[in-house]
């Protein structure tokens, strides 16, 4: 009888370890989606071919500061949100929710004029060249941030390309 005790318990110890490991996944890969990456790109402060967006004042100078100034070896502040093309958007979240991407969360993204629906979201999130952490991960001396720094290929896209992409956000009042 204490045996089947025992066992019975360790079975339920057992289960809820499952589920609280399952629902710490389901929590770290769960987050919000910010607004801020449904709404149109030209909300952001613009930073050469970027838009920045960070809810804290602070935090979005200091994220705007890396940027502009192409800092190396500091990390952007969690909650910062970086948009080139509306298709596509980083946010900076913990790097325990996204080690492989340095706390990074890809989003691709389907924008129309009624809004954007999230496609693909992660660090396995992908455009047609491949996946987001693929491009961004030469970039480590600049937190993963291509247009902050040296390591990325180039984006195949002139500058005219891009704030053409930009000023044709649908989501954007005319």
């Not at 790097?95 to 999230?118: C, D, H, I, R």
Request: proline share 5%; glycine share 8%; hydrophobic share 35%.
């Amino acid at each position: 009888m204490l045996c089947a005790m025992h066992n019975a318990s360790r079975l339920l110890t057992a289960a809820a370890a499952a589920l609280f490991i399952g629902t710490a996944s389901f929590a770290i890969h769960a987050q919000d989606v910010p607004q801020e990456i449904l709404s149109c790109i030209s909300d952001g402060t613009k930073v050469r071919h970027s838009f920045i967006q960070h809810a804290d004042p602070a935090k979005l100078q200091e994220a705007v500061r890396l940027y502009q100034n192409k800092v190396e070896n500091a990390d952007y502040p969690e909650g910062t949100i970086i948009r080139m093309i509306p298709q596509e958007a980083m946010v900076k979240r913990t790097k325990a929710a996204f080690p492989k991407s340095n706390g990074w969360e890809y989003f691709s993204l389907q924008v129309t004029p009624q809004g954007s629906n999230v496609r693909e979201r992660g660090e396995a999130a992908s455009n047609r060249l491949g996946t987001c952490q693929n491009c961004h991960s030469g970039a480590a001396k600049s937190d993963l941030i291509c247009g902050g720094g040296p390591g990325c290929a180039s984006v195949p896209l002139t500058e005219e390309q891009i704030a053409a992409l930009q000023g044709n956000d649908p989501r954007c009042k005319k």
